[in-house]
């Protein structure tokens, strides 16, 4: 694999739960046991000199408004050369748990509102987007397809026009689930990574870099 940073830059994981996977947030060197760790660690032991640093911002619980109001301190302030972002899950889960629904438009609006915002403030700054995802390893999750799929084709409309990198995570899970693993062994609960599905994020995210 070829050296995917520069020396010295800034790598910043944005999100929810799935980016946050209880990180320590008083540690701006914890990067968790979720992808954004495995990412690292895989990239320091073939680049032990490269002098990248890698910063985790996500916070569980997040839509793409939470990201927005936090763009100064978690985004502005990190000044990022790399950024990927893993976002939308929660706008469709708030609508079943706690009817507090995120329409499409809004969804859209936002996080159009948020990559605008950094395209103007870094340039330079090179950004992958992560599909949001879901797998039915619990029965009320297949009817959340309602919901998630429209906020999914969003997701590959705005990357068309503003990131370097597409990561389409509900397609890579999905096939994954049919030629390798169960729902269950990804994310038991058809949101939350297992280990086994953090490295399959990590490894494809890799992947995604290696061939831009």
């Given at each position: 694999?070829?050296?995917?940073?520069?020396?010295?830059?800034?790598?910043?994981?944005?999100?929810?739960?799935?980016?946050?996977?209880?990180?320590?947030?008083?540690?701006?060197?914890?990067?968790?046991?979720g992808?954004?760790?495995?990412?690292?660690?895989?990239?320091?032991?073939?680049?032990?000199?490269?002098?990248?640093?890698?910063?985790?911002?996500?916070?569980?619980?997040?839509?793409?408004?939470?990201?927005?109001?936090?763009?100064?301190?978690?985004?502005?302030?990190?000044?990022?050369?790399?950024?990927?972002?893993?976002?939308?899950i929660n706008?469709?889960?708030?609508r079943?748990?706690s009817n507090?629904?995120?329409?499409?438009?809004?969804?859209?609006?936002?996080y159009?509102?948020?990559?605008?915002?950094?395209?103007?403030?870094?340039?330079?700054?090179?950004?992958?987007?992560i599909?949001?995802?879901?797998?039915?390893?619990?029965?009320?999750?297949?009817?959340?397809?309602?919901d998630?799929?429209?906020?999914?084709?969003?997701?590959?409309?705005?990357?068309?026009?503003?990131?370097?990198?597409?990561?389409?995570l509900?397609?890579?899970?999905?096939?994954?689930?049919?030629?390798?693993?169960?729902?269950?062994?990804?994310?038991?609960?058809?949101?939350?990574?297992?280990?086994?599905g953090?490295?399959?994020?990590?490894?494809?995210?890799?992947?995604?870099?290696?061939?831009?």
């Amino acid at each position: 694999m070829k050296e995917l940073f520069k020396k010295g830059q800034v790598v910043l994981f944005q999100g929810d739960s799935i980016t946050d996977c209880g990180r320590d947030r008083d540690d701006i060197t914890s990067l968790s046991e979720g992808y954004p760790g495995v990412v690292a660690k895989l990239y320091n032991t073939l680049f032990p000199e490269n002098g990248v640093t890698f910063i985790n911002k996500g916070i569980s619980g997040n839509r793409v408004i939470d990201l927005l109001d936090r763009y100064e301190t978690d985004f502005k302030a990190v000044k990022p050369d790399f950024l990927s972002i893993l976002i939308g899950i929660n706008d469709t889960w708030r609508r079943y748990d706690s009817n507090e629904p995120t329409t499409t438009e809004e969804y859209e609006e936002n996080y159009r509102t948020l990559l605008t915002r950094i395209k103007k403030d870094f340039p330079d700054c090179k950004i992958m987007i992560i599909e949001p995802f879901v797998l039915y390893s619990l029965p009320d999750r297949k009817a959340w397809r309602e919901d998630l799929d429209p906020k999914i084709h969003v997701a590959r409309a705005l990357a068309k026009e503003f990131a370097d990198y597409y990561l389409p995570l509900d397609g890579i899970f999905a096939k994954a689930e049919v030629e390798q693993y169960t729902c269950t062994q990804i994310a038991e609960d058809g949101v939350h990574p297992t280990a086994i599905g953090h490295s399959i994020i990590a490894e494809e995210y890799l992947k995604a870099l290696s061939k831009g």
